[in-house]
């Protein structure tokens, strides 16, 4: 059975998300801005929130997946989160990820989506991370170009978002052989 630890960066705190989280996660969630860019219904209906954090913890002791709550301390509030879909036969990670509307700006998404690709790869043993996004959202390529990753090309009228096929953009990063600590780091996958 896997477990998820804490991870620290510079400003953040990125911790397993509690069901206690569901009303701040519907509320950042159920924001427009947020639901028009990722696969997310809108409006947010009461109770999702509370289903999706308690539907995690399978994926994660399943080592199918880790998920992390972003938060900022000393007052550990809660402004985002970070998901990796894990598919071990390919030691590959899928990222999604969201930052609720009042905390854009300020490199939190870069810092903590960041912590998580190394993560995947010193930990997890991921030998891939990659992620999409809509072509028509370029801050999430952004945060994607300032994690390492690279734009691997676009996928044409990949997704159905409310009814109309939208273009995605795929970026993704290889471990390097030796990533980060010099060390290379054995898969366990
Ligand atoms: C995309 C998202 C995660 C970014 O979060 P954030 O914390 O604001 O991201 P960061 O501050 O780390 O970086 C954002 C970068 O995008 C840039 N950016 C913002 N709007 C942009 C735009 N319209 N075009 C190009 N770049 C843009 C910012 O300038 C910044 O880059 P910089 O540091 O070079 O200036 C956040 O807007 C969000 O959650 N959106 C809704 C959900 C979503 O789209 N999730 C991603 C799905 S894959």
Redesign the pocket.
Known sequence: MDTQPVLVTDRLLLRPFDVADAPVVQRLCGDY??AA??LLPYPYPDGLAEVWIASLSEGIERGEAAAFAVTVPPEGNLI?GVRLQIDRVHARGEL????G?P?????????AVGAVIEYGFSVLGLHRVY???FSR????G??ME?CGMLREGRFREHVRKWGVYEDVDVWGIIREPAFRTGTRIPSPL
Do not use: L, M
């Open positions: 801005a947020v860019t990722t985002g999604g990820f969201w930052v509307r905390c854009w700006g300020r490199g939190y998404a870069t810092e992620a999409v996004h959202n370029p801050a999430s952004r945060v300032k």
